[in-house]
């Protein structure tokens, strides 16, 4: 079974999931680069390139695909859980967990972000705080919910996760 984890852009999947490989014999998945290396462009480049719903069609094929790994960690680019066939067929090879900041967190970190996340990078703090927000009952319907906050380690994500995987039996 596997560990999927969800979020808003910045959240941190990328690095507590890297941090749950480290520490287990999960093998690590980003969907992102996933996507990047199918098409051959970066994140950015895609989204000016062909544009969003394309983005979405080969996110789609490439959780069908990461959906078949074994015993794998599945960072999700922060989009995924809009699209209910996404979260059915990922749902169905392990646990969803939602790495859930406060908008505050993600305030915080929105300049760093703004260089890779083609969705953060022209829009105002009030635009994201609302694409933030039309996501939370997104978000909502993943399996386990993790409270993010700045100045935690993603080492400390990790063996929670990672004990809730325990207790699920994964």
Known sequence: MNI??????AAGKTEISKAIAAMSSYTLYDTDDMIEKK????????????????????????VREASGFKNAVIATGGGVVL???????LRNTGIIVNLSPDFSVIRERVETARKTRPLMKNDSI???Q????DRLPFYAN???KIKIINGRS???YAMEILKIAKDRHI
């Open 39 to 62: 098409c051959g462009m970066s994140i950015n480049e895609i989204f000016d390139t062909h544009g969003e719903k394309y983005f979405r069609q080969i996110e789609k094929e490439v």
């Open 83 to 89: 699209d209910k066939e996404n979260i059915d067929v």
């Open 4 to 9: 999927i984890l969800t979020g808003f852009m």
């Open 142 to 144: 993943c399996d386990y």
């Open 154 to 156: 993603p080492r400390s």
């Open 126 to 128: 009030d635009e994201i």
């Open 130 to 133: 609302k694409r933030f927000n």
